[in-house]
């Protein structure tokens, strides 16, 4: 039986033969995280990234999302637009599609806007519709 050698190269334990990985920039520690000693490799997979950065580093428009589910909420007809458009933004900004983008972000506000407004609209039309069967109603008709 053969044992690994005792004193090897940097960047082994003496005695296990595991590498020492915590001894290489780049690698994990005992912690978990890079620079902090322990074992395996950081990875990237669950770092937190920006989404909305571009690689010429300017930051992409906001997907106005919130708009298209107010237009759910208040006037649903536009909500389908309003949405496919609000989920399109990040990916056309990630495909350099840069003015697509910054006009799908555009869109999906305005029409959450759009369906705000005719719901306003048609609640003024009903509040006057009241008053006036009220007004009817008190005067004999």
Known sequence: ???????GPSG??????????SAQPGHAG??????????????????HTDYQA???GRPGPPSNVGWAVASILFFWPLSFVAMTRALEV????????HAEAEAASASAKKLGMISIAIVAV???LYIVFLIAMVGLAASGY
């Open 54 to 56: 571009s690689p010429s």
């Open 12 to 21: 082994q334990n003496a005695g296990s033969g595991y590498t020492d990985y």
């Open 122 to 124: 048609l609640f003024v």
């Open 90 to 97: 990040h990916p056309l900004w990630a495909a350099g599609r």
């Open 30 to 47: 005992p912690g978990g995280y890079a620079g902090q000693g322990g074992y395996g490799v950081q990875s990237s997979f669950g770092a």
């Open 1 to 7: 039986m053969t044992y690994p050698p005792q004193n």
